[in-house]
Nanobody, 121 residues
Framework: QVQLVESGGGLVQPGGSLRLSCAAS????????MGWYRQAPGKERELVAT???????NYADSVKGRFTISRDNSKKTGYLQMNSLKPEDTAVYYC???????????????WGQGTQVTVSS
């Protein structure tokens, strides 16, 4: 089975940094676009950042200049480096990937299980 497994969340002080990882496993031919979403209590899930296979990126205005999305295609792993964290960044962060499982298959959306990021003093 194809699976996305997140890691790296935790509790951090305002101004601190965290690096989230999203490792894809299983039968995978191609990982197309990847992205990170987040959902805070009482709020809708929102897009944080996206990255193409060629490493073109887009960011939500709220995280520009502070977060960096990246990927290692050989390792089938995506990353979200979060610097200068603010309390309003507190949320569950989810990895998203558009994955083609084999040469005869189309692309399918997969989600990670989510990892909690809490920014508090």
């Amino acid at each position: 089975q194809v699976q996305l497994v997140e890691s790296g969340g935790g509790l951090v002080q305002p101004g601190g940094s965290l690096r989230l990882s999203c490792a894809a496993s299983g039968s995978i031919f191609i990982i197309n676009d990847m992205g990170w979403y987040r959902q805070a209590p009482g709020k809708e899930r929102e897009l944080v950042a996206t990255i193409t296979p060629g490493s073109n990126t887009n960011y939500a205005d709220s995280v520009k200049g502070r977060f960096t999305i990246s990927r290692d295609n050989s390792k089938k792993t995506g990353y979200l480096q979060m610097n200068s964290l603010k309390p309003e960044d507190t949320a569950v962060y989810y990895c998203h990937g558009l994955i083609r499982r084999d040469i005869s298959s189309g692309f399918t959306v997969y989600w990670g299980q989510g990892t909690q990021v809490t920014v508090s003093s």
